[in-house]
């Protein structure tokens, strides 16, 4: 287990060293060039003259070789250091830690529902296989994983937002400066980051009840004579929760993608409004660290997964 | 995959020969979801294909309804802001859709399982950078690389493509390599060696063949989640240049007028929402009817 550890935490150093390549040569493509953006934004092209530009290369670091340039951003990020953001004016690290608090708030909210209710709901349509909870849960999963995340979201701001009224449609309030507020709003932004999880849990959940259910010590369970709700907790529902778990690396990195789609419509002043306003704005010094944080982010979460895989499972054994 | 149901084993009587053709068409067509996908999928490639008989209006020609006009019998689905006709727009839309849908598939698609057959054929080193390469692209939400990649190449149609491409490759080779790791123990592949077959042969006449079924399961369910992409790209304003017409910017033109015309948004979701939940289902059934061992991984 110790062996395999190290070896899947080398086998993520070096996958991460990758991640830094590709963010930063795929940003270096960029068409434009950045200074020019950066004069265009702040002052007149034509009144600056070329030296001044230079200076400014030279300020960014843009002018020395290509690989020192990535060196350097590879040592900042070390130092917390991002760089600083053409369009704002501000340091990118200051920015990202204005920003990603707010999507992390909706995120994790939404991990939880997504959790919760899909395992719920997954062990409700295996235990009542074929009866109505699973002719009516089974088809709803299915609406959840194809349904597009700005169809719902329109959807729910047509009828709760702006048909009845119920909720607000769009902003974003920290919970600390007024609860109540806060939760009005992000009801319904939760639920659109939720749904795509919540139904990949549940039919997760589903078929690897089901598939449980055939096994010995489950039939052991049911002749000791336990009842079912015994059965079912104790034994059954344990061991159908391991590949559910899997899922959960794949469902934030479909958090933090949706974020982008989520945040735009809702108006949500989180990473994912971020990322596509600098995309638009062509501010590749944010999308470089967004892109970063983001892919960082996912390969950790996926580690994490990786690893409590064989603690939860001891029957996994690793070569 | 072979074909089992022909043998004789002890004492069992032999269960009668059904043709491949016979028993796949079977399994497939047994669930009612996978047929009805399936007849949506062939409405939706015939409306792609013929959508200049089909569209009722130029979808292009802002003017030809009023600005927002209501459902009607001259325009079933109303108009936009332009005043342009929303079904010719939502018909010529399907053709973006599949386009970008099936053009970055067979990219993806091919490149990936290059990778895929090599990474697993050589194994080894070979092996080892091309899978953490492929694990370092799998680390990028898919619709955050697409962004990044489609600003970095700029726009348009065609940079999206490449965009989703890249994207999806890493599925594709995952899968391969961990079919070549298993196929290439087998005993034809070595019989097949030992005549003096160079590596390259083997692997497109041996290795490829058996590794098909899964790899069209993948593709098809894959369609769903690009054509999902696509529409979630020309949302954010990436993608075709106005005034195509792309069921993603249709939804996002249509927002703004959500109330006076529900119609616009809602639309061109469902139509997103039937074709992606049509390739899933098809999906399903090409994986049971392949190969059902694959239920659960795939």
Known sequence: MTTYIIRRLIQALIVLIIVTLIVFFVMRLLPGDPIIIYVAQTAQLEAMPPEMIDNLRAQFGLDKPIMVQYVNWVAGIFRGDFGESIFYHEDVGKLMAERFPVTAHIGVLALIVGAILGVIAGLLAAIRRGKWVDKIITPLTYVGITIPVFFLAILMIYLFGLRLGWLPISGYTSPLEDFVKSTRQIIMPVVCMAVFGLAANARQMRSSMLEVTHQDYVRTAWAKGLSERMVIMRHAMKNSLIPVITLMGLGVGMILGGSVLVETIFAIPGVGRLMVSSILGQDYVVVQAITFVIATIVLVVNLIVDISYGWLDPRIRYG | ?298
């Open chain 2, 1 to 298: 995959m072979a074909e089992k149901s022909g043998y004789i084993t002890g004492t069992q009587e032999a269960p009668p020969r059904v043709s491949e053709w016979r028993r796949f068409r079977r399994v497939f067509l047994s669930r009612g979801v996978v047929v009805f996908g399936l007849v949506v999928l062939v409405l939706v490639f015939f409306t792609a294909i013929f959508a200049h008989w089909l569209a009722p209006y130029d979808p292009y020609k802002p003017g030809v309804a009023k600005s927002l006009a209501q459902p009607s019998w001259e325009h079933p689905l109303g108009s936009d802001i332009l005043g342009r006709d929303t079904l010719s727009r939502l018909i010529y839309g399907s053709r973006t859709a599949l386009m970008v849908g099936f053009i970055s598939v067979t990219a993806a698609g091919i490149a990936g399982v290059g990778l895929g057959v090599i990474a697993g054929y050589s194994g080894g080193a070979i092996n080892l950078i091309i899978m953490r390469i492929m694990d370092a692209i799998l680390c990028f939400p898919m619709l955050i690389l697409a962004l990044v990649m489609a600003s970095v190449l700029g726009g348009g149609i065609w940079n999206v493509i490449i965009a989703l491409s890249i994207a999806t490759i890493p599925g594709y080779a995952r899968v391969t390599c961990g079919l070549t790791l298993s196929l290439r123990e087998n005993d034809y592949v070595l019989a097949e060696r030992a005549m003096g077959s160079t590596n390259f042969r083997t692997m497109l006449r041996h290795i490829l063949p058996n590794a098909f079924p899964p790899l069209i399961v993948l593709m098809t369910m894959q369609l769903g989640g690009l054509i999902l992409a696509e529409a979630g790209l020309s949302f954010l304003g990436i993608g075709i240049e106005p005034p195509g017409a792309a069921w993603g910017a249709m939804v996002n033109s249509g927002y703004q007028y959500l109330l006076k015309n529900p119609i616009l948004s809602f639309a061109p979701c469902i139509s997103i929402m039937l074709v992606v939940f049509a390739f899933n289902m098809v999906g399903d059934g090409l994986r049971d009817a392949l190969d059902p061992r694959l239920r659960g991984l795939l």
